[in-house]
């Protein structure tokens, strides 16, 4: 018997879709600074659009994901391509914190549609069962490799011009993303039980799981970490890190300034990430994904109190970037392997979207308090410390997790 690839057209065009769309996703820290000081804005005002952006998207993806179940997954990935690429160009002309804020629903709405729940519900199904956790993990990192590129291509691009002309060429690339389209076909792999069962009563079932539950609720601290650090860690470095030695080796790659350091911070994690998530979906094939996501999390609660800690030099900037970002998305295939495992295929897409929700939930947090805070206080301390938290929260909330799959008729 002929063994399943692992590469498919649905892998690698999904890769594609999603490399593009988290390409521009992480940069929008980097233009936190430019445009807050174009306008006079407080910290907190752009934050709250990225925070709204991360709201709409968590809200986004559960509706895309029933979208692409009802009417097919391509013509949910268009639909998220043109509110994507619509709320890139709007928000180019906006020149008001409330006008930014608004914009940015139409931006997470258009990321829930080219993003992690519609994408990976597509590749997950055209990829063969014991290449499913592994499928994802290079899904995932496809994401991770356009967060190498994003946010230095954002900072480079405001080299040459200003960031409402980044914004329509942003518009114009995740477009360009779309001629990947026509490889995004995948059949509906379920059992016949499965195929009878209405979207509802599998919603019903999971709701009523106490396991789906706790999914739900150690999701929000990833969304929190990853938002907060995404939006606020390149302005932080920029501000709180020490200075780069002129003729160390930073300078020699072109890193002199701290501006610059936290730009390729970003990517560093997003580099990492690569490794990660491919390595997290591969162990999910042999090992619980409960006790790996609850060794995920520990170590990112471990990583965050120690760089927070520790005096902040480009040092420190550099390995706690590549440790985060090692651990950065490697909960997402382990996440939605999970809940593939728990419910089944059918209905992943919107089950996953549920669940991502409450990430989502946690990103607006993650995003808006960094913003308010470090308007009160001056500084990012308190809202990393609390993210630190809930990050140990999430580790011990993954332990209870039932990991067998539950009879089809069992609510």
Request: glycine residues 12%; hydrophobic residues 55%.
């Amino acid at each position: 018997m002929t063994k399943a690839p692992l590469f498919t057209p649905v892998l690698i065009a999904g890769c594609v879709i999603l490399m593009l769309s988290f390409a521009i996703r992480a940069s929008f820290g980097v233009f936190q600074i430019p445009i807050a000081e174009e306008f006079g804005w407080m910290r907190a005002d752009f934050s709250m659009a990225i925070a709204i952006q991360n709201l709409a998207w968590g809200i986004g993806q559960p509706i895309f994901g029933m979208l692409a179940e009802r009417f097919g997954d391509r013509k949910a990935i268009i639909a998220g391509a043109v509110l994507y690429a619509a709320g890139l160009v709007l928000s180019s002309f906006a020149v008001t914190p409330g006008q930014h804020q608004v914009l940015e629903i139409l931006v997470g709405f258009g990321i829930a549609g080219t993003g992690f729940g519609v994408i990976l519900a597509v590749v997950g199904r055209a990829a063969s069962p014991e290449h499913r956790s592994l499928t994802l993990g290079i899904a995932t990192a496809a994401g991770s490799a356009g967060q190498v590129f994003g946010a230095p291509v954002a900072e480079i691009l405001l080299g040459f011009y200003s960031w409402q002309v980044v914004f329509i060429i942003f518009a114009a690339v995740i477009l360009a993303a779309l001629m990947a389209l026509p490889f995004m076909r995948a059949p509906i792999i379920a059992t016949k039980a499965e195929l009878e069962e209405s979207l509802g009563t599998v919603m019903l079932r999971a709701f009523r799981d106490p396991s789906f539950t706790l999914i739900f609720v150690g999701f929000f601290s990833c969304g929190y970490q990853l938002a907060f650090i995404t939006a606020h860690f390149p302005a932080f470095v920029t501000e709180m890190c020490g200075a780069i030695d002129p003729t160390g080796p930073l300078a020699a790659l072109g890193i002199t300034t701290t501006s610059a350091l936290g730009a390729v911070s970003i990517s560093l994690i997003g580099l990492a990430n690569i490794a990660g998530t491919i390595t997290a979906g591969w162990l999910g094939k042999k090992y619980s994904k409960k006790y790996l996501l609850a060794a995920i999390y520990t170590g990112r609660t471990i990583a965050s109190a120690l760089f927070i800690m520790l005096p902040m030099t480009p040092a420190t900037v550099l390995l706690f970037s590549l440790s985060m970002g090692a651990l950065w998305l490697a909960t997402v295939p382990l996440t939605s392997g999970l809940v593939a495992h728990l419910y089944g295929m059918r209905y992943m897409g919107t089950l996953y979207g549920f669940v991502f929700l409450s990430h989502q939930i946690g990103s607006f947090m993650g995003v808006w308090l960094g913003g308010k805070l470090y308007d009160l206080n001056g500084d990012y301390t308190l809202v990393w410390w609390i993210g630190v938290g809930i990050g140990a929260f999430s580790a011990i909330v993954h332990l209870p997790i039932r990991e067998n799959r539950m009879t089809l008729q069992a609510v």
